[in-house]
C-alpha cells in the first residue's frame, strides 16, 4: 500500500471518528430524558428477574428434596429385589418336587371328595327320612290327640244330655233313650277304641324295633371289625369267591335280611399297592378293575334272594375290605358304582358299610310307617263315617225331643191356659170343700195367682 493511500484511508477514518463524535453529543443532548425512563424500566426488569431467580431457586430445592426421597425408595427397592432374586432361587431349587407333590395331593384329593361325596350322600338321605319320620310322627300324634280329645268332648255332652233327658222325661223314657243312645255310642266307642289300640301298637312296635336296631348295629360294629382282621385272608381270595353262599346275613328287625358278600379278590390290588414301577401298577390297577366288575357279575348271576329262608331286597352289599382297594377302583374308573348298581349291587367299605345299612333299615321303616299311615287313614275314614252317622242319628233324637216338648208344652197350656182350664176348676172345687190328700205342685199353683188376683181386683 503506498503512502498516499495510507494517508487517505487515515483521513477518511477521521472523518468518520468526526462525525461519529458530532453525532454522539448530538443523540446525547436528544436522549438524555429517554436514558432516566430507559434506567427506570431497567431497575423494574431487574427486580422482575431477581423475582423469577428465586422462585427458580425455591423450585430447584424443592425437586433436590424429591430427588432425595426417590434415591432412598429406589434402595430400598434394589434391597428387595435381591431378596427376590435369592426366594426365586430357593424356588427353583425345590421346583423340581412339585409335580411330585401335586400328583401325590391330586390321588388324595380325588379319593377324599369320592368318600366325602358318598358320606355326603348317605348323610343327606339319612336326614330327610328321619325328617319324614318325625313329621309323621308328630302328626300321628296330634291326631291322637284330637281324637281323645273329640272322644272326651262328645262323652261329656252325651252324658250331660243323658242327664237332662232324665230330668225332663222321667226314669222310663231316660232308660228308653239310655238304651238307644247305648246303641248309637257303642259303635263309635269301639272304633275309637281300636283305633286307639292300633296306634298305640304301632309306637311300641317302632319302640322294640329302635332297640333292636341299636342291638344290631352293635352287632354290626363287631362284624365289621372282624371283617377288617380278616382283610388279609381276603386279599388272597381266589376261587372260593364262586361259592353259592352269602359271607354274611345281617338281621334286621321284622325279619328282614340284607346279604353281605367279602369273597372279592384283591390280588391284583396287592400288586399294584407294592410295586414302584408305574407299568407294573397300571397293569395291576386295571386287572383289579376286571376281578371287580367278574366278581360284580357273578354277584348278580347268584340271585342270593331267592335262597329259602331269606327274606332280602333284589341288592346284594359288596364288601371291599381294604379302604385302599376301594378308592384306587372308584379313582381309576368312575363308571364301576353305575355298573354295580345296574347289576344290583352296592359297593361299600369299611367306612361306608355301617351308614349303608342303617340307610337300607330306614327305608324299609318308613315303608311300614307308609303302610300304617294308609291304614290309619282307612280306619279314620271308616271312623269318620260312624261320626256323621251318630251325628245324624243324633239330630233326629233332636227333633223328636222338641217334638215331645212341644206336645208337653201343648197338654200343659191345656190344664192350666184360659179361665175355665182343669186346674182352676180342680181348685175350685177343693175351695168349695172337696177332701183331698194331694196338694197342687207349687208351679202350677204359682201359675194361678196372677189370675187369682186379677179376678180380685175386678170383683173391687
Do not use: C
Not at 438524555?32 to 430447584?60: D, F, H, I, N, Y
Amino acid at each position: 500500500m503506498t503512502e498516499f493511500q495510507i494517508t487517505y484511508l487515515i483521513g477518511g477514518v477521521a472523518g468518520l471518528l468526526v462525525g461519529a463524535a458530532i453525532t454522539l453529543l448530538v443523540s446525547r443532548s436528544r436522549s438524555k430524558a429517554a436514558l432516566t425512563t430507559m434506567a427506570r424500566l431497567e431497575e423494574m426488569e431487574k427486580a422482575a428477574l431477581e423475582e423469577k431467580l428465586a422462585s427458580v431457586r425455591q423450585q430447584l430445592e424443592t425437586v433436590r428434596t424429591d430427588l432425595t426421597a426417590v434415591e432412598g425408595r429406589l434402595d430400598k427397592r434394589r434391597d428387595a429385589m435381591a431378596e427376590l432374586e435369592a426366594q426365586k432361587a430357593a424356588l427353583a431349587q425345590t421346583a423340581t418336587r412339585i409335580p411330585v407333590l401335586e400328583d401325590a395331593l391330586e390321588k388324595s384329593r380325588n379319593g377324599q371328595e369320592q368318600l366325602n361325596a358318598v358320606n355326603l350322600a348317605l348323610e343327606k338321605k339319612l336326614s330327610e327320612l328321619s325328617t319324614r319320620l318325625d313329621a309323621e310322627r308328630r302328626q300321628a300324634q296330634e291326631k291322637i290327640a284330637l281324637l281323645n280329645d273329640a272322644r272326651e268332648r262328645l262323652t261329656n255332652e252325651f252324658k250331660v244330655l243323658a242327664e237332662r233327658i232324665l230330668e225332663e222325661k222321667g226314669k222310663t223314657f231316660a232308660d228308653h233313650n239310655k238304651a238307644q243312645m247305648d246303641g248309637l255310642i257303642g259303635p263309635l266307642r269301639e272304633q275309637l277304641g281300636d283305633f286307639k289300640k292300633r296306634v298305640e301298637d304301632v309306637y311300641d312296635k317302632e319302640s322294640r324295633d329302635r332297640v333292636a336296631l341299636v342291638n344290631e348295629i352293635n352287632h354290626l360294629k363287631n362284624l365289621n371289625e372282624r371283617i377288617g382282621k380278616d382283610a388279609l385272608n381276603l386279599t388272597n381270595a381266589g376261587a372260593s369267591g364262586s361259592r353259592y353262599q352269602p359271607d354274611v346275613i345281617v338281621r334286621l328287625p321284622e325279619g328282614r335280611d340284607v346279604i353281605v358278600d367279602a369273597k372279592v379278590s384283591l390280588k391284583a390290588y396287592e400288586r399294584y399297592h407294592a410295586s414302584a414301577d408305574e407299568t407294573v401298577r397300571a397293569t395291576a390297577i386295571k386287572e383289579h378293575l376286571a376281578s371287580l366288575r367278574t366278581h360284580l357279575k357273578g354277584l348278580s348271576e347268584k340271585h342270593y334272594e331267592d335262597l329259602e329262608g331269606i327274606r332280602t331286597l333284589d341288592f346284594v352289599l359288596m364288601f371291599v375290605p381294604i379302604e385302599g382297594a376301594f378308592f384306587a377302583a372308584v379313582e381309576h374308573d368312575r363308571s364301576l358304582f353305575t355298573e354295580a348298581f345296574e347289576k344290583n349291587v352296592i359297593l361299600v367299605s369299611p367306612s361306608t358299610l355301617l351308614v349303608t345299612l342303617r340307610t337300607i333299615h330306614n327305608i324299609w321303616r318308613y315303608a311300614d310307617q307308609n303302610e300304617n299311615a294308609l291304614e290309619i287313614a282307612r280306619q279314620a275314614g271308616g271312623l269318620y263315617d260312624k261320626f256323621i252317622g251318630f251325628i245324624e242319628a243324633l239330630e233326629e233324637v233332636g227333633r223328636q225331643l222338641d217334638r215331645a216338648k212341644e206336645a208337653y208344652r201343648t197338654a200343659r197350656d191345656r190344664l192350666t191356659a184360659g179361665r175355665g182350664n182343669l186346674v182352676r176348676r180342680a181348685e175350685q172345687l177343693k175351695a168349695l170343700g172337696v177332701k183331698a190328700n194331694k196338694a197342687l205342685p207349687e208351679s202350677y199353683a204359682a201359675e194361678l195367682e196372677p189370675e187369682a188376683n186379677g179376678l180380685n181386683e175386678e170383683k173391687d
